[in-house]
Each structure stands twice: as C-alpha cells, then as structure tokens.
C-alpha cells in the first residue's frame, strides 16, 4: 500500500530492543526529540530545494538559529551581522556576549560586511534581502572576503526560497523561517538549517540538547506547504511588483523599496543574484505624512491584515517602527532609513487588483 501523503509519526518513541535502530542518515532512531521519519522527509525535500547535503528542521526560524549559534560560536569568537538581520537573530548574538562572544555589526552591504570581516570572525550570517527596507547583499562578495580569512559564512534566505541558492555560490549553510514562504500558510512556525559544507553532527547534537527539533504534525504542515511554493512565490512576487508600480505613483507615497522595480538601486544586484525575474511578496513603502497616517491606514485596510509576519497566503500590512525595529536604536533606524512613515506589505494570494483598490482606499483614509 502506497499513500499519496507523507505519513505522520506522532509518536514518542520507537522500539529497541538492545542496540537502537537508525534513522536514514545513521543517527539512533529511538526518541523523536532526536529523529522522526516525518521530520527526516521534510528534512530530505529542504535539502533538495537548497540543493544541500541534509538538512535538520527546528520548531521555529530562531531554534535553528540559536542552534547555529550555539553549534558555531563559543568565548572569544566574533561573529559578524549585518545590523538590519532579523532584530531577534542580533539580540541572541548580542545577548551571548556574556558568554564572551563578540558580535560585530556592519551596514547591509557587501562593501561594508567585507571591511568587518578580518582574520578574528569565526561566523558571517547575512540575510539575502534586508528586511524592511529590502536591501539586496551581494552575498558571493561577502563569501570570498570571508574564504579569505577562514569565516563559515551562514546565509539566512527566508525572503529568497526557490529564486536563490546561497550553497550554489559558496555558503556553507542556509537557514530558513520556513514559517514564511516556505510553510506558507500563516499557521505553523517552523524553521531549517541546510548544510553545505558545515558538519551535521554537531548542530544534531545541539538540536537534541535543546530540545528544539519540528514536531511531526508541524512537519507535515510544511511538507503540506511546500507543494505549492512555486506557484504561491511566484504569484505574490507579481502582485508585490504590481502593488509597488502603483505605490511608486501615488501622491501620498514617498519611497518605495522593493528590488523587483527597474529603478529600484537593488534592481540590478537582485537580477545577477535571483533567478525567473522573481523578488518576493514583501514592498515598503514611506506614508507621505508619518505616523499617525500611518496607523489610519493600518485600521482603513480591509482586505489586508495588520500584523508583523510575512511570505503567507494571506496579505498582511506592518508598521516596523513599533514591530521589528522597536526595539532598535534611533540612531541606526535612521541610517537604514526605517523612518516613522514606513509600511511593510506581504502580499498573499488575494486577487491583485482587489488588493490595490483596498491600498489606495486605505491611502484615502476612507472606512474609519
Ligand atoms: C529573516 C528572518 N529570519 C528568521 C526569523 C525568525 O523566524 P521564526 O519567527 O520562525 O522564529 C524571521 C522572523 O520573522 C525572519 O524574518
């Protein structure tokens, strides 16, 4: 008997009798905090997505990466970030200092990300499109500076699946929040480290010690998912081109931020880097009159749904000055340029025109 679905393993534990059986990749098959057969098929379709050697599936995008963190990084070991990462991802490496790690930030670009990276980084991670103002890193320049010096370099493509394949140009890792596009649906926190050339024993080791590994039916959501990547990427990467040509019209719109538009200063980096001529579901964009426009905006939406996640089947708008950048000194928001008006969008799978018609409503302030 053969089914059409992956089976689901919710169980605890497997038999032994003496010596544990093994997973597909050696490791003991006994406990599912260790290996899960549901886990290992998701793990197998995320190696092949990023065409890696394996792969190992954490419940959620922070558990790979303090796993990572914890697999790489140890006293006196400098790790270098890129100082618009994922606001979570800097706050861990910042909070190991106590450990005596030692965390440098640079500006998201290559040219400054190679000037940071000396011959005392241990560990690179940059994220392919910054987030929220979707800066594109020239990720093959940051890998050869840190070649030279012997740094892994982990790339962070939570924002890229399918378009870019960061082991392809030389990373040693990817990690993923596969509750983004991967997963897809809003629904089911997850995330994934996919090795290149970083050893899988370590970080296995790390996942079992923390406890941290995707639960089987959580697993299956994202096998779930994944089916439909192509096809959902795809569809929201048109509707965010088509939101941003329209918001770059509109005259309650300042900046628009989204590397898909050709004169966006992105445009040509993201072109070289990703394939199909696809750049993701998120645009930002500057509310011409700041922040208490910007919160009428958030309340006119209708059809669009205010909260801080991304890369889902269903649009949601966020306010990263009171999310994500909250907590991020004034200084640095102003030198990325996430200024009091900014708004982030990730466009779902919703009829594109229908969701242009409820932005610029929104934009009118009309439906309080
Ligand atoms: C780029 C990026 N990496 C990692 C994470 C963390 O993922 P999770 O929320 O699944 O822990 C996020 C979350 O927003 C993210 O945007």
Redesign the pocket.
Known sequence: MEPLHEPVYITVAFAQYGEAGKSDRGFDLKYSREENPTVRILEGELSTLECGRDALTFN????A?SCLYLSQLSAGKEVVLPMEA?G??IQLAEELGKFGVRVKLAYPSAESLVEAIDEGTSLVLV?TMT?PTLKVIDVPEVVKRAGEVGARVVV?N??SPLVFRPLEVGADAV?H????YIAGHNDV???AVILGSLDVSGLWQWRRMLGSIIQPVEAWLVLRGMKTLEVRFERQSRSALAVAEFLSEHPKVGAVHYPGLRDDPYHETARRLFERDLYGGVVSFEHADGRAEVLRFLRSLRKIFPS???GGVESIASYPAQS?AKVMPPERRRLLGITNGLIRLSLGLEDTDELIEDIDRALGGDGD
């Open positions: 959620s995008g922070m558990a990466i994922y979570t991802t994220e987030n962070d939570t924002f990690v929040s596969l509750t983004k926190l997850g995330g801080p996640s991304l994500a």
